[in-house]
């Protein structure tokens, strides 16, 4: 028996309506809300009744903003400054477990929602229990929801549901706590805009000091249609199938995030468009998802803000070792034991195809920011172009760490630490920031890799550029394998295969500038085109020691690098070596002194 949902007034209740069922779309018009204003000679207590934290209520009538007003929080919520919204118009909403008290003359109720039927703000306090919050205006008026410590509960469809493609603010008032769930079954299920706690058709944005915690039991957590945008507060989120979920665009510009979701935290992508572009600025975000973290359909770009990912179980389930046969049995949220209040229930679990950190469709371009990433898939992913320059990236993979079709790195710090392989790519170019791999097969792939029996002469192009940067790979396989050639004119690359490997394959590497360090035989390609200084020697590198190499009379080594596998042999081409200057080679208890040819 659905629990009746009157709308009380100072003095008196509404009569509920009979039969009345909690569908999202109701087939007559609502009863309309009176309005209660407190009495000029009321005593503090009855103040208190009729108002919320002890502020007056605004007369409808003389405080309601007017159809000629253009208060920037109502023409242009997105990028407005709501932190001085009670200097403005504003309603009241006081919700009582099965009951709300408001002033607003624009606000109807049945038994199991309370409409909204036109913009302004509207001051949400208290409890609403199994019911649904519904905003009904059009597309270019705005309803700012000022959530000052409520608890909303809504079984059968999302507790806060806007559907006339206007612009829902979410400000969550400074200091105060705000809950929103949902039920595991929805009355209308199917349509994209209902299967989410928090929908709205229009944009939406989530602002304000305060905190909100949104349990999404039936699937996703908030949805827009649109623009989703999180400004400010705390956003703590757990959601059967995903987090945050953008029709056109997603903006993440500061607050504080933690999502916890079964297949995909924040995402962007127009089912008719097929594009959707993410947008991150500012803030911290910490994601636990069965699936991918970030993922848009057109591109995905990061300018700053703090961003910790683990996805598909993290690294340790990976598509190599033990876990080789489970990998790719992706979803889910981690199972929990059942108590007697929660029992188990029988569910259809989220399966996703991929478990990646960062998804991209178009492009992917990291500026600014920092990014842990703990991945069961690739950590970036792009089916274009993935543009570095300026961000810290530390990559733990169970696969593939980067994969992508053009890969350029010219600022920033970027660490592999572990992966089945570094990156793989059509093409690289290398002009500033850092990148190093450990990887258990190949380090870097560019264009499938060397082929010796391909006869194509496609296979001399241009695949890697090296003006500026440094590259250190440490891999068990071949550490760069490419498909074409290699043009260094400075930077520095710092190679280790495994053992029996080759630390550079290549049709042919053009070397005019920069060290080029390669731990382990070189084979018969690539072809060296170079005139600079040259050591090539047989020597005992041992696995786990540092390789240095000093100039004589010096006490501080000019390079220094650690492979992960016991190899014979180095090589090393240098515009910073002097042929009339004795180096010393050590690594372990293996030391030789050679000049260079």
Known sequence: NEQEFNTVMAGGKLPPRDGDEPAQEPTAPAAPVETAEPAESAEPAEQAEQAVLGEEMPDPVQDAPQENESLESMTAPMTANHSQWQQEPYYILQFNVDSVISNAPNVTATASRVIISQGGTYLLSGTLQDAQLTVEIPAGETARLVLCGVDMHCERGPVIYSNGGGTVVLLLENGTENTLSDGKSYLYSGSKVREAAISVEGDLLITGGGSLSVEAIHNDALRSESTLAVAEGTLEITAWRDGLVAGQELQISGGQLSIACGRTGLSASSAKSGQGSVTLAGGTVALICGGDGITAAGSLSATAGEYHITTGGGSGNASYGETAEKWGLWGGLPQQQPTEKQPIVNREQIVSDSARGLSAGKSLALSGGTFTLDCSDAALYSVGSTKL??????????????????????????????????????????????????????????????????????????????????????????????????????????????????????????????????????????????????????????????????????????????????VGYVTLISDALEKDTTYYLVSGSARIGLSPV
């Open 389 to 566: 320059s300026g961000s810290r990236v530390t990559i733990s993979g169970g696969d593939t760490a980067i994969t992508t079709q053009q890969l350029t790195l010219s600022a920033g710090d970027v660490s592999i630490l572990t992966a089945r392989r570094g990156a793989v790519a059509e093409d690289m170019t290398l002009s500033g920031g850092s990148l190093s791999i450990t990887a258990v097969e190949e380090g870097l792939a560019l264009s499938g890799g060397y082929d010796k029996s391909e006869s194509d002469p496609a296979a001399d192009l241009r695949k890697m550029t090296v003006t500026g940067g440094s590259l250190s790979i440490c891999a068990g396989t071949h550490a760069l394998d490419i498909g074409g050639s290699l043009f260094q004119s400075g930077g520095s690359l710092l190679l280790g295969s495994g053992r029996e490997q080759n630390p550079l394959r290549a049709a042919t590497a053009h070397i005019s500038g920069g060290p080029l360090l390669a731990a382990g035989p070189l084979p018969e390609e690539p072809q060296l085109y170079t005139s600079l200084p040259r050591i090539s020697v047989e020597l005992w590198l041992t696995g786990g020691r540092p390789l240095t190499v000093t100039a004589a009379e010096e006490s501080t080594p000019m390079l220094s690098f650690t492979p992960e596998t016991s």
